[in-house]
C-alpha cells in the first residue's frame, strides 16, 4: 500500500511564498500520522509539506491523507478533487474537516473528525479490509499517552530552521472568541507523561527542542513538572505561552533554568477592553512592560503577537502598536487581522451582525481582513496591518529592539531577518493571488466552490 500524506498550505506559507525557511520548523502532523501507520501494513509512506516544498500532481500513491486548516482549505479541496478523479483514495481531516465536516465530505472518501491516534490507524486497517467508513471520529476515551513517534525522517531535513519539535501538552482551556482550536477539538487538555517527553527529547541527541503546542502552561502544575524535569538534559528550549506567565516569578526562573531561550506569547492588542471583546482576560495591558523586561533579564526572547481589527481599535492602532514593539523591545513582533474562523464564537457574533463580508476560506490566512471592522473600513485595516510589518522590521526599527545586550542574537538576528522578507513581501498576496489554485487541474462538480468558473 502506497500512501502519501499532505499539508496543502495557503499562498502565504508555501514554499515559494513568503516564508523563509528561518521561519519554518518541522510540522508534528504529518510525521505523527507517519507514526500511527502500522508496521504490519508495510506501507509505503511519503510527506509532502507545501511550506516545505510542491506537491506532486503525479503523485505514485493509493491512499492520499490531506491534514486541513480552514485558510488552505480550498486548495486541499483542489487537490483532494483531482486525486480523487485519478482513482486514489482521498482522506481529509485536520481543524477545518473537523469544524466542517459536511463542507469538507463533497471532496473526501473519508472524514477524520478530532484527534486521529487512535482512528487512523483504524481507518487504515478498515481501507486494507474494503470496509472502509466515510467518517471517523475521535473517541470520548481519547488519550494523548503513548501517543506515536513522529517519523521525522521523512522530512527534508534541508528545508527547516529545526526538525525538533515536541509535543507535550494539546489543548488550550480558555475562551478567547477567535480561537479555532477550542472550536475544532474541544477544550480539554491533554498532557503526555512527563517521562514520555524526556525520553523523545533525549532520543533527539540535539541541543535545541521546540514545543509548537499552543499553550504551554494550559496546566500549570503540568508545566512545573516538565520544566524540572528538562533542566538536568541541558537543552535550549522555544515555546508558546500566555502573558500569564509573567504573573508567576518562580515560573519564568525555572523557565529560564530548563533553558528556555524564547516564548511566543498572544499579546493581542494594546488596549484592555479589546482583550474582554475577544475574552482574553489572562492579558493585563498594563503589565506588558514589565513581562517584557522580566523576561529579558532571564535571556528569554519574546515574540509577541497581535491581532488587529477589534471593534474598539480605530486606525491609530498601528502606530501605537509599533511604537509600543520599540519601547518595549518586542524581540520578534508579529501582526495578524482577526479572523472569525467557522464555528468560533467571533464568526458567530459577526456573522449575527452581517459583518462577515469574504467567504472564500482562502483569504482566513490571519493576514487579510474577512469582516467589516466597526472603526475603519476593511481596506484600512489591510493597509495597516501592512504598514506595521513594513515598519516594524526597517532596519532602524529592528536596531531599536533588539539591545546590544541581547543574549540570544544566533536566534533573534536571523528569524528578525526572515521576518524582514516577509514584511517586504506581503503586500503581493493579493485577492487574486490568495484564491489562485489553478497550478491544481480542474476538476468540475457541483460542490466545487472554490474554482472561479463557480463564483
Ligand atoms: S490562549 Fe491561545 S490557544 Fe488558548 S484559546 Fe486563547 S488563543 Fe487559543
Known amino acids: ?10 499562498a502565504m506559507h508555501r514554499y515559494n511564498g513568503s516564508f523563509g525557511k528561518s521561519l519554518h ?58 486525486f480523487r478523479s485519478l482513482g486514489k483514495t482521498i482522506v481529509l481531516g485536520g481543524v477545518h474537516p473537523s469544524m466542517l465536516p459536511d463542507e469538507a465530505e463533497a471532496h473526501a472518501d473519508v472524514i477524520m473528525i478530532g484527534f486521529a ?49 515536541v509535543e507535550a501538552v494539546r489543548g488550550c482551556s480558555l475562551p478567547c472568541t477567535f480561537c479555532a482550536y477550542p472550536a475544532a477539538f474541544g477544550k480539554t487538555v491533554h498532557k503526555r507523561p512527563v517521562a514520555e517527553v524526556v525520553k523523545e527529547i533525549e532520543a533527539l541527541h540535539s541541543k535545541e527542542v521546540l514545543f509548537p ?5 494550559a ?106 514593539a520599540i519601547e518595549t523591545k518586542i524581540d520578534l513582533p508579529r501582526y495578524s487581522i482577526l479572523t472569525p474562523f467557522p464555528k468560533t464564537e467571533l464568526y458567530q457574533q459577526l456573522s449575527a451582525q452581517n459583518r462577515i463580508v469574504e467567504r472564500n476560506w482562502a483569504m482566513y490566512d490571519v493576514e487579510h481582513c ?17 504598514w506595521a510589518w513594513e515598519e516594524t522590521y526597517s532596519v532602524s526599527s529592528i536596531m531599536k529592539r533588539l539591545s546590544p545586550f541581547n543574549r540570544t542574537p544566533w536566534l533573534a538576528l536571523p528569524v528578525n531577518w526572515g521576518y524582514r522578507g516577509y514584511a517586504a513581501k506581503f503586500r503581493r498576496f493579493t485577492r487574486e493571488v490568495m484564491t489562485d489554485n489553478t497550478d491544481i487541474p480542474e476538476v468540475k462538480h457541483e460542490n466545487n466552490l472554490y474554482r472561479p468558473s463557480n463564483w
Not at 500500500?1 to 495557503?10: D, F, Q, W, Y
Not at 490507524?121 to 499517552?145: C, E, H, W
Request: charged share 25%.
Open 213 to 217: 503546542d499552543v499553550n504551554l502552561i
Open 219 to 324: 496546566d500549570k502544575e503540568y508545566a512545573i513538572s516538565l520544566f524540572t524535569a528538562l533542566i538536568p538534559l541541558r537543552k535550549k528550549w522555544l515555546g508558546l505561552v500566555t502573558s500569564a506567565v509573567g504573573f508567576d516569578d518562580n515560573l519564568i526562573d525555572l523557565f529560564a533554568k530548563s533553558g528556555c531561550k524564547g516564548l511566543l506569547i498572544g499579546f493581542e492588542s494594546l488596549s484592555q477592553s479589546s482583550q474582554k471583546l475577544i475574552n482574553k482576560g489572562v492579558n493585563k495591558v498594563v503589565e506588558y512592560a514589565e513581562l517584557m523586561k522580566k523576561l529579558h533579564d532571564v535571556g528569554i526572547l519574546v515574540q509577541g503577537c497581535f491581532a488587529f481589527g477589534a471593534d474598539d481599535e480605530d486606525q491609530s492602532v498601528f502606530e501605537q502598536t509599533a511604537k509600543m
Open 117 to 165: 491516534e487512535f482512528t487512523f490507524p483504524q481507518m487504515l486497517f478498515d481501507y486494507v479490509n474494503k470496509s472502509l467508513k466515510t467518517r471517523y471520529m475521535q473517541g470520548a476515551d481519547y488519550t494523548i499517552n503513548g501517543r506515536a513517534m513522529p517519523r521525522r525522517d521523512l522530512l527534508n531535513k534541508k528545508r527547516y530552521i529545526t526538525l525538533n519539535s
Open 370 to 386: 474577512v469582516f467589516t471592522p466597526k472603526q475603519m473600513t476593511k481596506e484600512q485595516l489591510e493597509e495597516g496591518c501592512a
Open 1 to 10: 500500500m502506497k500512501i502519501a500524506l499532505l499539508a496543502p498550505a495557503g
Open 25 to 82: 520548523y518541522a510540522p508534528l502532523t504529518l510525521t505523527t500520522l507517519a507514526g500511527l501507520v502500522p508496521d504490519e501494513l508495510e506501507a509505503d509512506i511519503r510527506i509532502y509539506d507545501e511550506t516545505a516544498g510542491e506537491i506532486p500532481l503525479d503523485l505514485d500513491a493509493d491512499l492520499v491523507c490531506i491534514t486541513c486548516i480552514t485558510g488552505a482549505a480550498p486548495r486541499c479541496y483542489a487537490y483532494a478533487d483531482y
